[in-house]
């Protein structure tokens, strides 16, 4: 459904996980970006008012993340 939820790339920026929507998209291009383990391929995914979230994107950088 249109506007539920909210854009990877927002989240990304939003964790402060990268500096902007464009290098979001690009570290999920490059397979870079997991949520609770698994790899994120789609660059327009929404994810789920009121979840709760574990997003890592390459190695070291790991965020959890309430929407809400």
Known sequence: VEGEGMGI???LRMA????SNGEGFRQIEGGGVRI???KVSD???QLAKGSTLVVQVGKRKFAKVTLA
Not at 16 to 19: D, K, Q, Y
């Open 36 to 38: 609770d383990g698994e």
């Open 9 to 11: 790339a927002n989240v």
């Open 16 to 19: 402060g996980l990268v500096a």
């Open 43 to 45: 660059k327009g995914l």
